[in-house]
Nanobody
Framework: LLQLVESGGGSVQAGGSLTLSCEAEGDTDSRECMGWFRQAPGKEREFVAT?????????IAAFVSGRFTISQDKEDPHTIYLQMNSVSPEDTAIYYC??????????????????WGQGTVVIVSS
């Protein structure tokens, strides 16, 4: 059993920055891949980024590439971060931490991920 706990959401003005955190507890050995999805009101949950907690390799969705960065804690590789820079109102969403055994080459859909956090809300005002 794996538990994912997100933190760091909140309100920010357009152009600003925000950092989300996710801590994994439990059976972390079975979940090498951790990442983030987001779901805006009225839209499907979409892939944002993943990181291999074993080797540190990352994959970022094209629409946030250059603005968002995913990383892991140096002391605890199953604590990950999403650094969000130059945010816009289009980034307003609930951000979910997720995990699966291995990372997929191109992120994949929400249905290919096994574990989910409760979500953290990000609101970007113009």
């Amino acid at each position: 059993l794996l538990q994912l706990v997100e933190s760091g959401g909140g309100s920010v003005q357009a152009g600003g920055s925000l950092t989300l955190s996710c801590e994994a507890e439990g059976d972390t050995d079975s979940r090498e891949c951790m990442g983030w999805f987001r779901q805006a009101p009225g839209k499907e949950r979409e892939f944002v980024a993943t990181i291999s907690t074993r080797v540190g390799s990352t994959y970022i969705a094209a629409f946030v590439s250059g603005r968002f960065t995913i990383s892991q804690d140096k002391e605890d590789p199953h604590t990950i971060y999403l650094q969000m820079n130059s945010v816009s109102p289009e980034d307003t969403a609930i951000y979910y931490c997720t995990a699966r055994p291995k990372c997929l080459p191109h992120g994949g859909s929400q249905y290919e991920y096994d574990d989910w956090g409760q979500g953290t809300v990000v609101i970007v005002s113009s």
